[in-house]
């Protein structure tokens, strides 16, 4: 018999198709890539403990595009997708999506993995599968579903399907957590333990990646890290608990750093991204992981996604200050209003928020604020001071999204309840915070909090960026837009924003005319929705209008 083919892959995590979404720059969804550690940890799972004979290919079909512009996106990923399958010889094909938006990508991959290898097993796993297991099993071509933390489950399924009897791993990681395919119907084990030591978890497996391609992708090349799972906090629009639990477990901090410095010996990686919500939530686990990266021979970049901001104090910003953090320090609020604190369970004391912001800024240190408008039940007023609060707390950057009810949390029974819930929850392309409308109220619809969000996104990032105010923010804001143009073509703002700062920056008017020129070809395309900001009171806008003006008199 031969060797057991295994191939891994990540789906594409941009959309599927091209849709109004996709052609609103409200609901557009910008293609980032990000390198898969749910790949490498199941790669390393996988190679440690499964004791068939076997052979693994990992495949981040993401990796291909890298961080290409958005052009032909869509059918480039296909084509790829189709030379890549067509070409394998399989026995398992293992799919991870991290986004239920991807849902018909993992359709279109597992299609094709049936066509070419009519005879392979599919197993399936990420968001979709953790919330909606019937429907993913209910796909013609899908065998296995995984529910949740997917690394142990994937070496069962395997064993189960080769017949394999592992006594040691079946005590170790309890087989549930999974949906398959029995007699025309289905078997559904329903995901009730997850790892609790998280010492037994392999370091990440990254041989699989093409880290020389990835560096030349530029400034955002990172590896991905995660120091906790589950989440001790009870949100009531949070879908954490569904994918980690609600026990909250740390690795060993000698072992995170140990995974840092290994990955920069053996790939030369010198940026990595923490990836969990709360890794601050022991301070005495954080001070000590902080305390050990400072011991270590060379000094390495380390960024956060995000902070709990109940964790921070003096000692936790000093910390960081110690380790050379010195990226934006992101904390999401969601809502400036108190009554809209306690309904969504976050339950954070605004006068509380205001002093910590304050010692975040007394420490030197920028911020980036996460924010969410359209709850249930939500008012136009109680939105309001969401975003007045956005403007008072002045941070550097803002995040401000439609909510968006994602099945399974106590945020959508709540709406469901209720009868506030309006999306067909067959649309997966649709369930991504970008797309606004998903909560009835009397007081605003979808098209209302597009407007309000997006309008708050570009005052806020862009128009009336805080950063403008001095010369170092212009040249931090100079490389962000830079970044995102990159990404979103068209962006008539992005190109007025970066003129006005090549004027300001330089002497350089072939820069500011490159990008006005640009801004100006883009307002002339039909329907652009960008014109409106064209008679807001912002300096870019002046000085864009006074430079149309000068080229329209000569």
Same mark, same amino acid.
């Given at each position: 018999?031969?060797?057991?083919?295994?191939?891994?892959?990540?789906?594409?995590?941009?959309?599927?198709?091209?849709?109004?979404?996709?052609?609103?720059?409200?609901?557009?969804?910008?293609?980032?890539?990000?390198?898969?550690?749910?790949?490498?940890?199941?790669?390393?799972?996988?190679?440690?403990?499964?004791?068939?004979?076997?052979?693994?290919?990992?495949?981040?079909?993401?990796?291909?595009?890298?961080?290409?512009?958005?052009?032909?996106?869509?059918?480039?990923?296909?084509?790829?997708?189709?030379?890549?399958?067509?070409?394998?010889?399989?026995?398992?094909?293992?799919?991870?999506?991290?986004?239920?938006?991807?849902?018909?990508?993992?359709?279109?991959?597992?299609?094709?993995?049936?066509?070419?290898?009519?005879?392979?097993?599919?197993?399936?796993?990420?968001?979709?599968?953790?919330?909606?297991?019937?429907?993913?099993?209910s796909y013609q071509d899908v065998d296995f579903a995984v529910i949740?933390?997917?690394?142990?489950?994937?070496?069962?399924?395997?064993?189960?399907?080769?017949?394999?009897?592992?006594?040691?791993?079946?005590?170790?990681?309890?087989?549930?957590?999974?949906?398959?395919?029995?007699?025309?119907?289905?078997?559904?084990?329903?995901?009730?333990?997850?790892?609790?030591?998280?010492?037994?978890?392999?370091?990440?497996?990254?041989?699989?990646?093409?880290?020389?391609?990835?560096?030349?992708?530029?400034?955002h090349s990172y590896l991905p890290i995660m120091t906790t799972r589950?989440?001790?906090?009870?949100?009531?629009?949070?879908?954490?608990?569904?994918?980690?639990?609600?026990?909250?477990?740390?690795?060993?901090?000698?072992?995170?750093?140990?995974?840092?410095?290994?990955?920069?010996?053996?790939?030369?990686?010198?940026?990595?991204?923490?990836?969990?919500?709360?890794?601050?939530?022991?301070?005495?686990?954080?001070?000590?992981?902080?305390?050990?990266?400072?011991?270590?021979?060379?000094?390495?970049?380390?960024?956060?996604?995000?902070?709990?901001?109940?964790?921070?104090?003096?000692?936790?910003? !000093?910390? *960081?200050?110690?380790?050379?953090?010195?990226?934006? $320090? @992101?904390?999401?609020?969601?809502?400036?209003?108190? %009554? /809209?604190?306690?309904?969504?369970?976050?339950?954070?004391?605004?006068?509380?928020?205001?002093?910590?912001?304050?010692?975040?800024?007394?420490?030197?240190?920028?911020?980036?604020?996460?924010?969410?408008?359209?709850?249930?039940?939500?008012?136009?007023?109680?939105?309001?001071?969401?975003?007045?609060?956005?403007?008072?707390?002045?941070?550097?950057?803002?995040?401000?999204?439609?909510?968006?009810?994602?099945?399974?949390?106590?945020?959508?029974?709540?709406?469901?309840?209720?009868?506030?819930?309006?999306?067909?929850?067959?649309?997966?392309?649709?369930?991504?915070?970008?797309?606004?409308? !998903?909560? *009835?109220?009397?007081?605003?619809?979808?098209?209302? $909090? @597009?407007?309000?969000?997006?309008?708050?996104?570009? %005052? /806020?990032?862009?128009?009336?960026?805080?950063?403008?105010?001095?010369?170092?923010?212009?040249?931090?804001?100079?490389?962000?837009?830079?970044?995102?143009?990159?990404?979103?073509?068209?962006?008539?703002?992005?190109?007025?924003?970066?003129?006005?700062?090549?004027?300001?920056?330089?002497?350089?008017?072939?820069?500011?005319?490159?990008?006005?020129?640009?801004?100006?070809?883009?307002?002339?395309?039909?329907?652009?929705?960008?014109?409106?900001?064209?008679?807001?009171?912002?300096?870019?806008?002046?000085?864009?209008?006074?430079?149309?003006?000068?080229?329209?008199?000569?």
């Open positions: 018999m031969h060797k057991v083919r295994i191939l891994l892959v990540k789906a594409p995590i941009c959309s599927f198709r091209e849709d109004e979404n996709e052609a609103n720059f409200a609901t557009r969804n910008a293609y980032s890539f990000q390198p898969s550690y749910a790949l490498a940890c199941i790669s390393a799972f996988l190679l440690k403990y499964l004791t068939l004979d076997f052979n693994l290919k990992v495949i981040d079909f993401n990796e291909f595009i890298g961080n290409a512009t958005e052009d032909d996106l869509i059918e480039n990923f296909k084509s790829h997708i189709e030379n890549v399958m067509s070409s394998q010889r399989l026995d398992i094909l293992l799919v991870s999506a991290q986004y239920m938006f991807n849902q018909p990508w993992v359709s279109f991959i597992v299609n094709l993995s049936k066509k070419y290898n009519p005879e392979s097993k599919v197993i399936v796993g990420g968001g979709f599968s953790t919330i909606f297991p019937q429907k993913a099993i949740g933390e997917g690394e142990y489950t994937a070496v069962h399924i395997i064993n189960e399907i080769y017949g394999i009897k592992d006594p040691h791993f079946q005590r170790q990681f309890p087989f549930d957590g999974y949906i398959k395919k029995v007699d025309g119907g289905y078997h559904l084990e329903v995901k009730q333990s997850y790892v609790k030591d998280l010492t037994c978890l392999p370091t990440p497996d990254w041989s699989w990646m093409n880290f020389r391609k990835y560096s030349e992708t530029g400034v589950g989440c001790p906090n009870n949100c009531t629009y949070c879908s954490t608990r569904l994918y980690w639990g609600r026990g909250f477990r740390y690795r060993k901090e000698e072992d995170v750093v140990a995974e840092i410095y290994g990955s920069y010996e053996k790939h030369e990686i010198k940026h990595f991204h923490v990836i969990d919500d709360n890794p601050a939530f022991n301070n005495t686990w954080f001070l000590n992981f902080c305390d050990l990266l400072n011991k270590l021979p060379i000094k390495l970049s380390i960024t956060f996604s995000n902070f709990s901001i109940k964790t921070i104090n003096d000692k936790i910003l !000093k910390a *960081l200050r110690q380790i050379g953090f010195n990226s934006p $320090l @992101s904390i999401a609020i969601e809502t400036g209003s108190s %009554e /809209m604190q306690k309904m969504i369970n976050k339950r954070l004391n605004l006068d509380s928020v205001n002093k910590t912001v304050k010692l975040i800024r007394d420490e030197g240190f920028a911020l980036h604020i996460c924010w969410m408008i359209g709850f249930p039940g939500e008012t136009l007023d109680q939105i309001n001071e969401t975003i007045q609060l956005a403007r008072q707390l002045k941070s550097e950057s803002v995040q401000v999204y439609p909510v968006f009810p994602f099945p399974g949390t106590q945020l959508y029974d709540m709406a469901k309840e209720n009868k506030l819930i309006n999306f067909d929850v067959n649309d997966f392309e649709s369930m991504r915070y970008q797309v606004p409308g !998903k909560i *009835l109220s009397d007081e605003w619809d979808g098209t209302i $909090l @597009s407007e309000i969000s997006y309008d708050a996104n570009i %005052e /806020m990032n862009f128009l009336n960026s805080p950063l403008l105010e001095s010369d170092d923010g212009c040249k931090r804001l100079k490389v962000r837009v830079e970044t995102l143009t990159k990404r979103l073509t068209g962006h008539v703002v992005a190109h007025i924003v970066l003129g006005y700062l090549d004027r300001n920056m330089s002497t350089s008017k072939t820069k500011t005319d490159y990008h006005y020129i640009k801004a100006k070809k883009y307002l002339e395309e039909a329907d652009s929705q960008f014109a409106k900001y064209l008679s807001w009171n912002s300096k870019p806008i002046m000085d864009y209008l006074q430079w149309l003006n000068n080229i329209n008199k000569n």
